[in-house]
Every structure is written in structure tokens, then in C-alpha cells.
């Protein structure tokens, strides 16, 4: 089982970014994916979740309005679309699955700053 992100880097506040997370070992159309990030020195946080039926969405009020989950079930990828960023969305963003069991990427670094 993997889950790969990719996409991270650095942005100047106002900017955007989109994050992927390439799925593999597992039957990817059946999972719950969300997304979580962690700051340094601040605890893990939830950021966006997506269902593995209907496509239904769920977002942290941090970034609501902002951030958009989306799930690709014949290319096994997870994406979110981050507009707007500031320097408080910079942390390390993880992938993870739900289902049958539980997975986590290895995290990408957003880093936004002028």
C-alpha cells in the first residue's frame, strides 16, 4: 500500500497550490480520503474529507471557501485545490485513507511566505 503526495512548495501569501496524493495496493474507489496538516510545534489538524460514495465534501472553517477536495476513482488520485493561501496554511499536508483499514502518505511541505 502506498500513498504518495506531491505538489508542495513554496507560495507567496495569495497564491494557490494544487496537492495530489497518489494511491496504489488498495481498492482506492472504496476509501474515505481526507486531508489533514500539521504546523511545527502544533498538533495534527483535519482539513478536508471526501466520501468514497456520493463524492460528498467536508471542510475545516479555516478553509472553506478556499480549499477543494476532489477524488479521480479511475486514476487512484486524491487532489486538493488550495487558492488564497496564507502563511498560517504552511505545514506539512498528509493524505489519508479510510476504509477497511487506515493509510497515510508521507506528508508534502506548503511553505508560504513573501
Known amino acids: 500500500v502506498q500513498l504518495v503526495e506531491s505538489g508542495g512548495g513554496l507560495v507567496q501569501p495569495g497564491g494557490s497550490l494544487r496537492l495530489s496524493c497518489a494511491a496504489s495496493?488498495?481498492?482506492?474507489?472504496?476509501?474515505?480520503m481526507r486531508w489533514y496538516r500539521q504546523a511545527p510545534g502544533k498538533e495534527c489538524e483535519f482539513v478536508a474529507a471526501?466520501?468514497?460514495?456520493?463524492?460528498?465534501?467536508n471542510y475545516a472553517d479555516s478553509v472553506k471557501g478556499r480549499f477543494t477536495i476532489s477524488k479521480d476513482n479511475a486514476k487512484n488520485t486524491l487532489s486538493l485545490q488550495m487558492n488564497n493561501l496564507n502563511p498560517e496554511d504552511a505545514a506539512v499536508y498528509y493524505c489519508?485513507?479510510?476504509?477497511?483499514?487506515?493509510?497515510w502518505g508521507q506528508g508534502t511541505q506548503v511553505t508560504v511566505s513573501s
Open positions: 489519508y485513507a479510510v476504509g477497511r483499514d487506515n493509510y
Open positions: 495496493g488498495f481498492t482506492f474507489s472504496t476509501y474515505r
Open positions: 471526501i466520501t468514497s460514495g456520493d463524492g460528498s465534501t
